[in-house]
DNA sequence: CTAAGGGTTCCAGCAACTGGAAGGTCAAGC
DNA sequence: GCTTGACCTTCCAGTTGCTGGAACCCTTAG
């Protein structure tokens, strides 16, 4: 399979493919002409990691979901220690931006929105009401 | 006012500050031994920059609402569309990671979590079941 | 023979800083 | 006068996760 192949199955463009290699996900091999060719298995693992990157994962975590993934002596918990560390990230981040969603939501319903220069949107961001 | 002042008056470093007058942010006066010199004026403008990046608005929203604030002609018209529009987009953040949220917290109560090495978060990741 | 459509490498850039090196300036203490 | 330390300056490089582009090679069809 070649590169151009294995972006359209795993719907990672080529690009990424050769990213990721570069950081050591894959290690295809080559054939005489200098062109990548992908197993089956490399095909699998990029579609893993599609779907970890989708998920928010970011790439130090993929990078141990898969050795994990790799590794049939492992035990599930490794596995779920990492996906609930980072549902605590995603909490924290859901967080923020509720936060950040109402102070400009009320800020929004506070403003007029004519064309008069009164604006409490700027009032609020240049006067210290934190 | 020196730097270091402006960035504790403000609670941003120097190292932004010296940034934000790279993409023409400040343009801070200097005196004779080259060291930037601040008006208060500044030290708003980096207050008002430092609360907006805060709820979220990149460079480029933070420049277009500087722009409004020094603008005393400009209605709140165009500040509240702009602000809207960043809540859209916040809104849109949100229910990606809401929905990220629930299907790992559905895996993660799938996943036994212990020695064995069945695990449905890796299943999940490597099955196409999407 | 040429053109299209693969593939390859390497270099640069995005956002928004942040860290570090190498050096100039200033005030205080000895 | 000298040193020390806290400031300040500039410039260069690195962060994350790609993405675009240039310049080039390989293969196949018309």
């Known amino acids: 399979m070649n590169i151009g192949e294995v972006a359209e199955r795993s719907g990672i463009p080529t690009k990424t493919i050769r990213y990721y290699e570069d950081i050591g996900f894959l290690h295809p091999k080559r054939n005489e002409n200098g062109y990548r060719i992908f197993e089956e298995t490399e095909l699998h693992k990029l579609t893993f990691i599609g779907r970890a990157r989708s998920l928010g994962f970011n790439i130090e975590e993929c990078r141990a979901l898969l050795a994990l993934y790799e590794d049939k002596e492992r035990g599930s918990s490794d596995v779920k220690r990492i996906a609930a560390e980072h549902v605590r990230e995603i909490e924290a981040k859901i ?36």
């Open 95 to 130: 967080s923020d931006l509720l936060a950040m969603r109402d102070t400009l939501t009320h800020l929004i319903n506070a403003c007029a929105g004519d064309h008069r220069p009164d604006c409490p949107i700027l009032d609020s961001l240049s006067n210290a009401k934190h």
